[in-house]
Every structure is written in C-alpha cells, then in structure tokens.
C-alpha cells in the first residue's frame, strides 16, 4: 500500500476545464458524436492486457466522457426540453449500471477488469455502447460558437455542487447494496439485505427521477434540502433499519437535485462548472479513501475515521448548489422553468423506460433470492473446512476481477468455512463491489460482509455452510496504524453451537498496535466456553512475540501446526474441536496470498467433547499418515504434485493428518 504515481489518472475527470479554451469548445461540441465515441475507449480497454496501458486506455476514456457530457449539456442549455432529456438520460444510465451491477452480482460487466473468462460481455457492450452513442448524437447541438450565457447565480456555487453531486452519485447509488452495507451489524439480521431489499433502493432513485422532472420547484427549496441532511444523518450515524430509511431518502435527494443543479451549471462557463466540479469531485473520492488509507498517505491522520466529515461535506457542497439555484430571480429563470413544467414527449419515453428498468430488477431479484438450504460437504462425518484467504480486493495480479476464480479454489477444496480479509470494495477505487455475495450465492453459503464500508477498515468477511446464530463486529486497538476488523460469529455445525473468529491484524510497522490488538483479541477468544476456531493475519513469527499472546491461557487456543515455522501472516488457531487436517495451497496468480485450510470434527457427544477439551498436547498434535484417516477428513487429491490452474499444496508439499 502507498503512493505509487498512478494514482494521478484521478485527475482525468477535470478533461472540462479544456472547454475554456474558446476553439477546442466549438470543435468539441461540433463534434459530439466523435467525442462521445472516443469516449467508448474505456470500454475497449479489456483488449489491452498489460495492466499499466489498460489503466493508461480507461483514463483516456473517462476524460473523453467527462468532456463529452459537458459539451453535451453545455450545448443543450439552450434548450429546456433537450437538456432535460440529456440529463433523464444522465441519471436513468446511473440507474442502469446500477439494476446491471445486481443482475451481475456487483460487477459490470463490461468494465476493464472483465473479460470472457470472468464473465465479461465486453463485446456486447461495446456495440451497445456505439448504437446508443449513434443515437444520443443524431440531433445537432444547439450552441456552438456562441458566448457562454449567463443566467445568473455564481458559477463557482454551482461547480461546487456539481462536486459534491458526481461524488454522492458515484460513492452511494452506483451500486444498490452500498447503503446496506453502510448499516450491516451482522446476525441475527435486523436491517435490509442486498439480494432482498436492494430493490427498495432502486425505487427510491426512480422516485428521486420522477421528482426531479415534476416536482422541481419543491425539490429546490430548503427544506427539501433538510430532509436530505436528514437522510444522510441517518445513514452515518445509525445501523439497521433506521439506518436505511436514512438512505432511502439521500438516494432520493441525491437523484432528484440532479436535474436542477446540472441544469444551473449547464448554463454557466462549462469550464468553471464541471472542469472546477470534477476537480472539488476528484478531492472528495482522495478524501473518502484517505479515511481508511490514513497509514499510507501524506496527511492521513488528520481525517483518519472521519466519514462524518464526508459526507458534511458532500451535504454543503449541495447547499452550495441550493443557494445559488435559489439566489436565482431573474425573469430568464422563471422562463426556463416555465419552459420545463410544459408536456415534452421524451418525459414518456423516460419513463416508460424507468417502469422496464423496475421490472428487469425484479426479475433479477427474483433468480437471486437465497435458499437458505446449504449443506456443508462431509456432513456425515461431522467436519468443518475451514480457510482463511486474504484476497487483496478480488483483483489478481494482472488486475482482472478474481471472484470466479476464487470461487473456484474455493469450492474444489471443500471449505465449508473461510475467513476472506481485505474483503471491502464499497469505495469508488474498487468499483463499489462485494465479492461476498457472489461467492455466497454461487457456493451455497450464508455470509456475514463484517465492518461495513463506514466502518473504515480494509474488510473481514466470513462465508458459511452452516448457519450463522450471532455475529459481532469489532474494530481493535489501533492507536497509530490502520483499523484491525474482526468477526466473532456463532455457527449451528451438526446442532452444535461453534464460534469462529475472522480477524486482521495491523501492519508489522505498528508495534504498539499489534501488542493491543493481541491482547483484545486474546480475551475475546477465551470469553466464550463453547467450541472454537481463529481464522486470522496475525503479523507474527511462530512461537514468538504476541504468538505467545494469540495462543495462550488467556485465549484458550492452540496452534493448528506448531512446527510450522514458515509463516508470517496467516494462521488457524483452535479449541474444544478435533484438528485432523491442516494444507497450505499456493495462490497461483490470484492474489499475493496463499489459501490455509484446516479440518475439524466437531464432538458428537458430551464424552468426545470432554476429550477434546482435555487431550494433552503430545495425543493433539501427532500426525498420521493419509491412509490412516477416514475418507471424509481427506483435503482433494486434486492439488498434489503439480496441482490445477498454478494453485497446488505446496510447504510441504501436500497435507498433513492428525489423529487422537
């Protein structure tokens, strides 16, 4: 983690400030249709296979986007109906990745992380993308040479807005189940849930899009503007229900004032209104990564956990925006409103449109919607499988999105449990993603996300086979480094009640941290009685330091394999269940990460239970060889010697048994 220079394609969304020079202005919005198509580039980019020039292709794309759709507003302004069906088109798009990003369980499909083999259908989307760029531009643009006009107001009020509008836009509502996850506090569930309730947020937004259109002399108005502070009050400050209702009412706002503010700004200087817009955009999407990312990056402190701070700050930026719109009386105003309350065709056009949307949602939904019948796969001789993967934000290391091939590895060997850490990618750099419910639905498990992205953590999350009881989130001691998430869950295995323990520890370079995380961990461990299991990055030698703190009286815990002397970061740590299994697997190219598995049998009576708690370390720990265990507590052949697709048992080179 760190400053690598990359990050500077940021930076291509301020493509609007070349709209100030007076001859590109008119070359561009003559060329609309070009500009739009060289836009598509982004698109193309899954043909590039090196990872720095498909980033160097999508960041000319997206400053080929931004300044077409500037062009395109700036050029319509003079028009209300046509700039109002510019901007129907503008925000029912956000609404379209959105319903798609469900139907493909987070991804887009036609991203540049996609491609066949991951489930893209970017060649499809590309001749979509043209038909619909051929269409969006068969009308010539209405304002070409012409002067900017303006109509009023601060063109530097409303390029804050239109900042702080692209930022809500993008961070909240291109994805349905962001907001849920900002209120996710685990089982039992007492709030919404992504494959369920995501259509609530859709609703809201198509709501938000009719008011927008109708109502937008309401939606102008302060105290339309304190009902959305309201929303988003609620959704920074309170989990589950309430939490949501909060977000219902921003994903409305959010939408709805999406009409006026582009508008306002449609009419002004294009350069100040979305060059300087995306600029003050670009330093809220640094600001919301910096919350989390404040161990890696100049100035990090100072906002470090502060989402408060951002999402005050998105809120003023639309104020900002609400003051200029209302500090505007002028006769010309009022004509251009007048001129939008009139019936235009295109309003029946949009909204027939909206209606088709709802419904292909639902129909989503619905293939979606979880069984709830999953069983773990050796049931019959009462084992769990856990592992523990940390997965470096499901993207590999040729930077195409990981999930199938994790899901994979995954289910090829067996785990009925497994931890997944740096798990979260509800922000805008990762896309507003969630592995986990991919993986979930895909292998039949019940899953737990862990710390929301609210939350300001890298992610934990935990997949199940066996039906999760209860599960709290904690956020351990961190007073220097990065926040350390992790999961304590209780599972049903075989009607027996199991915890698991899903934890990251902070970075080797925060001593101090990783000493307080040990102890907070190690007494959360020995606080339960019942049957247990860590799946863990503890940053640690074996035998030594806070080794001795994680695997102590305190926590009650053993080591899966002392003498494994080889490892830093991962560990399996156990109690009061039969450890009969332990593998290491390599990654192969999927992430930096190898995958640690371990198998468990869980007492099937008080006696065997009363023995597993007591056994002494010499009957605990010794091996066996393969053939002396039963069939079911085997790991896969699959992946001995040479393995499959790069990943095979590697260490010592295949599993090792145990049995007592």
Not at 581 to 608: H, M
Not at 625 to 642: C, I, K
């Amino acid at each position: 983690m760190g400053i690598s220079g990359y990050e500077a394609f940021v930076m291509s969304t301020v493509s609007p400030f070349l709209l100030a020079i007076k001859p590109l202005r008119s070359l561009i919005v003559r060329n609309l249709r070009v500009a739009h198509l060289l836009s598509l580039a982004g698109v193309l980019a899954w043909l590039v296979k090196t990872p720095e020039y498909r980033l160097f292709t999508v960041g000319f794309g997206v400053a080929m986007g931004c300044l077409s759709w500037a062009a395109t507003f700036y050029s319509e302004s003079v028009h209300g109906p046509r700039l109002e069906s510019r901007i129907l088109a503008f925000i029912a798009g956000l609404l379209m990745s959105a319903i798609v990003k469900f139907a493909w369980r987070t991804n887009n499909p036609i991203w540049p992380i996609m491609h066949a083999e991951n489930g893209g259908w970017n060649g499809t989307g590309f001749v979509l993308a043209v038909l619909a760029a051929l269409r969006f531009t068969r009308k010539a643009p209405l304002q070409a040479d012409h002067a900017v006009e303006r109509q009023g107001g601060s063109s530097l009020l409303s390029a804050i807005s239109i900042g702080g509008l692209m930022f809500g836009l993008h961070s909240l509502l291109s994805d349905t189940s962001t907001m849920i996850l900002w209120v996710w506090d685990g089982y039992p569930i007492r709030g919404p849930v992504a494959n369920v309730h995501a259509w609530y947020t859709i609703v809201a937004m198509s709501v938000g899009i009719i008011s927008g259109v109708f109502a937008q002399g309401l939606i102008t108005t302060w105290s339309a503007y304190g009902v959305g502070c309201v929303g988003a009050t609620l959704l920074t400050f309170y989990s589950h229900w309430l939490g949501y209702y909060g977000a219902l009412i921003l994903a409305a706002y959010l939408t709805a004032i999406s009409f006026p503010l582009i508008a306002n700004a449609s009419r002004k200087s294009p350069a100040v209104t979305f060059g300087l817009g995306f600029f003050i955009y670009n330093f809220l999407v640094l600001f919301h990564v910096w919350v989390v990312a404040y161990a890696f990056v100049p100035g990090g402190p100072l906002v470090r956990e502060h989402t408060d701070w951002i999402m005050i700050t998105m809120m003023l930026t639309l104020g900002a925006g609400v003051w200029d719109l209302t500090s505007q009386n002028n006769s010309a105003n009022k004509k251009a409103r007048g001129r939008r309350s009139t019936s235009n065709p295109h309003r029946k056009y949009h909204l027939g449109a909206l209606g088709v949307l709802n419904i292909a949602f639902l129909s989503a939904a619905f293939l979606r919607f979880p069984t709830n019948d999953y069983k773990p796969y050796h049931a019959e001789d009462r084992v769990i499988t856990a592992g523990i993967w940390t997965i470096h934000f499901s993207l590999d290391n040729d930077m195409w999105s990981s999930e199938r091939r994790m899901r994979d590895l995954i289910k090829e060997m067996e785990l009925d449990v497994v931890g997944l850490l740096e798990s979260d990618l509800q922000r805008i750099i990762m896309g507003n993603r969630d592995t986990t419910q991919f993986l979930a639905e895909d292998l039949g498990m019940y899953v737990d996300y862990g710390p929301g992205p609210n939350k300001h953590t890298w992610g934990a999350a935990l997949l199940s086979k066996f039906p999760i009881v209860n599960s709290t989130h904690h956020l351990l001691p961190s007073p220097v480094g990065e926040l350390a998430p992790a999961i304590h869950a209780t599972l049903d295995a075989y009607g027996t009640l199991v915890d698991v323990f899903v934890f990251h520890s902070g970075q080797e370079e925060d001593l101090e941290d990783r000493r307080l995380q040990s102890e907070y961990l190690a007494k959360l461990m020995g606080s339960t009685d019942r049957p247990s299991f860590l799946l863990s990055y503890l940053v640690t030698k074996p035998l030594e330091g806070n080794y001795n703190t994680y695997v102590s009286e305190t926590s009650g815990m053993h080591d899966v394999d002392k003498t494994d002397w080889d490892r830093w970061c991962e560990y399996i740590l156990f109690k009061g269940l039969r450890r009969v299994g332990y593998a290491r697997v390599s990654r192969s190219t999927i992430t930096d990460t190898e995958l640690q598995a371990a198998k468990f049998v869980v007492p099937a009576t008080q006696e065997d239970g009363v023995y597993a708690w007591g056994v002494g370390e010499e009957s605990r720990d010794r091996r066996v060889g393969e053939h002396e265990v039963p069939e079911g507590w085997r790991f896969p052949a699959l992946f001995r010697g040479q393995g499959v697709r790069g990943h095979a048992y590697h260490v010592f080179d295949e599993p090792r048994y145990y049995n007592f």
